[in-house]
């Protein structure tokens, strides 16, 4: 198992930006791919991107292309997603969690096994 701790949630206003940080325990870091997940009072878990182990492959959900850029440092354990042009339906709670070796796909919530505490984000209007 590895260690996840997420950080840099906050409030922000409609437009903002935001940088979240997912900091990972252990020396097999860069053997995985790592995903970012929200989850909304109410609603299920769902997936927000993904990066592969080496960083070279990203993956988005169609709610957050071209606003959200998910990167990881893997000298640091590292990985973040930055968020911009914030809405309001981005409201949640953010998770960072370790995926497997190999991934090629937008994430889906069964392939990931170590999960962080998460972050809240939340978006005023």
């Known amino acids: 198992q590895v260690e996840l701790v997420e950080s840099g949630g906050g409030l922000v206003q409609s437009g903002g930006s935001l940088r979240l940080s997912c900091a990972a325990s252990?020396?097999?870091?860069?053997?995985?791919?790592m995903g970012w997940f929200r989850q909304a009072p109410g609603k299920e878990r769902e997936s927000v991107a993904a990066?592969?182990?080496?960083?070279?492959?990203?993956y988005y959900v169609d709610s957050v292309r071209g606003r959200f850029t998910i990167s990881r440092d893997n000298e640091k354990n590292t990985v973040y997603l930055q968020m911009n042009s914030l809405k309001p339906e981005d409201t949640a709670v953010y998770y960072c969690?370790?995926?497997?070796?190999?991934?090629?796909?937008?994430?889906?919530?069964?392939?990931?096994?170590?999960w962080g505490q998460g972050t809240q984000v939340t978006v005023s209007s």
């Open positions: 969690a370790r995926g497997p070796p190999y991934i090629n796909r937008i994430p889906i919530t069964s392939d990931f096994d170590s």
């Open positions: 252990g020396r097999t870091f860069g053997n995985y791919a």
């Open positions: 990066i592969s182990r080496s960083g070279g492959r990203a």
